[in-house]
Antibody
Framework: QVQLVQSGAEVKKPGASVKVSCKASGYTFTSFYIHWVRQAPGQGLEWMGLINPKDDSTTYAQKFQGRVTMTRDTSTTTVYMEVSTLRSEDTAIYYC??????????????WGQGTLVTVSS | DIQMTQSPSSLSASVGDRVTITCRASQSISTYLNWYQQKAGRAPKLLIYAASSLQSGVPSRFSGSGSGTDFTLTISSLQREDFATYFCQQTYSTPKGFGQGTKLEIK
């Protein structure tokens, strides 16, 4: 079955970087975009950006431009998302999600299980 | 950027009730509108895509409607397992943002 499995929880100090992985299985890796969404404690969902595994092209939310980098490894069907210069406000659960599509719409399904990143001194 | 506004932000209802949640986009998004359910400590789960298409495996008591700027999610007869937070999302253009969520609680 289609599945996205993320790496484990991380604790980082302010100013550090974190790299979260998302391993895809059960489908052709290069045929579907992968998105990253985060959720701060008790808050809503915030879209961060996407990567096209076919050509490694990316689109980032303006808020994260210059601080977030998304990459992929086709040999291991894994997508990575790195956030640099972490601050306390980056404490959140980070999700990856696959973009499904039809001729007239797009949606996120499935989602990874989430990775908690805690930024604390 | 397209803004998504959900209402209400919270809702108390009883098992068996019919519930409607609305989502409004700041500009037309055709039918590029999805609904997700999120339970505590879990990832969001796709319920409805393309405004009105029921995702495989989702109970038929869930339905979606709308196009353009105004959309609704309806649960025809609430079950205990439906108490959760619901989010709408537009995928018409980037950033592919979400509504602020509607927390559905037991009355």
């Amino acid at each position: 079955q289609v599945q996205l499995v993320q790496s484990g929880a991380e604790v980082k100090k302010p100013g550090a970087s974190v790299k979260v992985s998302c391993k895809a299985s059960g489908y052709t890796f290069t045929s579907f975009y992968i998105h990253w969404v985060r959720q701060a404690p008790g808050q809503g969902l915030e879209w961060m950006g996407l990567i096209n595994p076919k050509d490694d092209s990316t689109t980032y939310a303006q808020k994260f431009q210059g601080r977030v980098t998304m990459t992929r490894d086709t040999s291991t069907t894994t997508v990575y998302m790195e956030v640099s210069t972490l601050r306390s406000e980056d404490t959140a659960i980070y999700y990856c999600a696959r973009e499904g599509y039809s001729s007239s719409s797009r949606w996120f399904d499935p989602w990874g299980q989430g990775t908690l990143v805690t930024v604390s001194s | 950027d397209i803004q998504m506004t959900q209402s209400p932000s919270s809702l108390s209802a009883s098992v068996g009730d019919r519930v409607t949640i609305t989502c409004r986009a700041s500009q037309s998004i055709s039918t590029y509108l999805n609904w997700y359910q999120q339970k505590a400590g879990r990832a969001p789960k796709l319920l409805i895509y393309a405004a009105s298409s029921l995702q495989s495996g989702v109970p038929s008591r869930f339905s979606g409607s709308g196009s353009g700027t105004d959309f609704t999610l309806t649960i025809s007869s609430l079950q205990r397992e439906d108490f959760a937070t619901y989010f709408c999302q537009q995928t018409y253009s980037t950033p592919k943002g979400f509504g602020q969520g509607t927390k559905l609680e037991i009355k």
